[in-house]
Every structure is written in structure tokens, then in C-alpha cells.
């Protein structure tokens, strides 16, 4: 089956930094969705995304399906940002998701 | 709009009972997951359903777990004979999946089953 790789798996940055997410995917995709996941377990939808860029406040995604990889990035940190981030694909016959697992963001006061 | 609901939201058996975990889709979405996430690991696939139908089943264990979608209520996945490793976190997500290829997932809050 397909292969979604997610780095860094941790980062830790101070309140105010910027950083970049990357998904790599082992083969073409019909859809790719970022979440967050918060510190009480909820999946939060950031972005759907199979390919071009989107933006959305201080969070931006970027997916290149023909080079199969995408980003998310995350501007002016917030304490509220920290949690998992989560990279999933949609490229079976049953359009199931397959997840990466995970960066782990801690963002400090 | 009312988003994905679960219930309950936390469940404690006892090795051996039996478990059901409820699924109330977005409105307007036919189409219902299940995936279950380990502690400490990302989210794994578990069986896609429609509405009186298991479409794909191909990541439920073949014993002790089923799934059902009936025409009426809730989507409701269950475990029978509970044991220790079941305990995870299961998300129901739902879509509408468009004709034009839209699939995007949805995910409720979950069910958190700790077996004892």
C-alpha cells in the first residue's frame, strides 16, 4: 500500500517562529488533507488539498502532486498551534485515508 | 451545521464484554470510516460503509469486530470479547463524496475504550 512519511516527527519553536511541515507519499493520490490533532485527541480539518496551494490566517498548504510531496506551513506560532499535525492521503479504491504519523508541535510562551 | 457526533465519548469494560461505539454522520453525508489510533501511533483504517452497506472492511480484524450502517440511526462499530489491546481511540469520519471526486473527511471526537 501506499507510504506517507511526515518530518520533522518533533519540533519544538518559541511563540512568534515560523516553520514548514513536509508529507512525502509513495504514489499518486486522488486527495491529500492535513489535520491538527489538539491536545484533547480532536482532528481538527486544516486543509484539502490535492494539489496547488491554499491559505487559511497564518496557516498555509502547498501540495505538488506530481512530485508527491506537500507543506504546511505555520507562521507567527501561537501556543494554541501545539499539538500533531497529521499528513493523509486518499488513494484507495474505497477513497480510506492513510495517515503519516505525525509532527509533534510544542510551541513555548 | 452539526459536525460529526460520537458516543460515548469514553467507555471502560471489562476484559470479555462486549463494546458499541455509535456514529452520527455530518448531515447530508452518506458515506462513514472507521479508524483506530493505538496510543502514541497515527490514525489506521478500519471499514468504510454506506448506508445499509460495508463497502471495504479490509482493516477490521476478522474476529470479534463488525460494523453496521442501518437506514435508520447511527453508523455503530463493535467489539465483542474485549481485550486489552483493543484499548484506543476509534474517530468515525464522514464525507459526501461529490461526483466530481470530492472526498473530504470529516472526523468526529471519538470514543476513547480503555479495557480493564
Known amino acids: 500500500g501506499i507510504q506517507v512519511e511526515q518530518s520533522p516527527p518533533d519540533l519544538i519553536l518559541q511563540e512568534g517562529a515560523n516553520s514548514t511541515l513536509r508529507c512525502n507519499f509513495s504514489d499518486s493520490v486522488n486527495n491529500l488533507q492535513w489535520f491538527h490533532q489538539n491536545p484533547w485527541g480532536q482532528l481538527i480539518n486544516l486543509f484539502y488539498i490535492p494539489s496547488g496551494t491554499k491559505q487559511n490566517g497564518r496557516l498555509s498548504a502547498t501540495t505538488v502532486a506530481t512530485e508527491r510531496y506537500s507543506l504546511l506551513y505555520i507562521s507567527s506560532s501561537q501556543t494554541t498551534d501545539s499539538g500533531v499535525y497529521f499528513c493523509?492521503?486518499?488513494?484507495?479504491?474505497?477513497?480510506?485515508?492513510?495517515f503519516g504519523s505525525g509532527t509533534q508541535l510544542t510551541v513555548l510562551p | 451545521n452539526a459536525g460529526v457526533m460520537q458516543n460515548p465519548r469514553h467507555l471502560v469494560r471489562r476484559r470479555g464484554q462486549e463494546a458499541r461505539l455509535r456514529c452520527s454522520p455530518m448531515k447530508g453525508h452518506s458515506h462513514v470510516y472507521w479508524y483506530r489510533q493505538l496510543p502514541e501511533e497515527g490514525l489506521k483504517f478500519m471499514v468504510y460503509l454506506q448506508k445499509e452497506n460495508i463497502i471495504d472492511e479490509s482493516g477490521m480484524p476478522k474476529e470479534r469486530f463488525s460494523a453496521e450502517f442501518p437506514k435508520e440511526g447511527p453508523s455503530i462499530l463493535r467489539i465483542q470479547q474485549v481485550v486489552r489491546g483493543d484499548s484506543a481511540a476509534y474517530f468515525c469520519a464522514s464525507s459526501q463524496r461529490t461526483s466530481g471526486g470530492n472526498n473530504e473527511q470529516f472526523f468526529g471526537p471519538g470514543t476513547r475504550l480503555t479495557v480493564l
Open positions: 493523509a492521503v486518499d488513494s484507495g479504491s474505497a477513497r480510506q485515508l492513510t
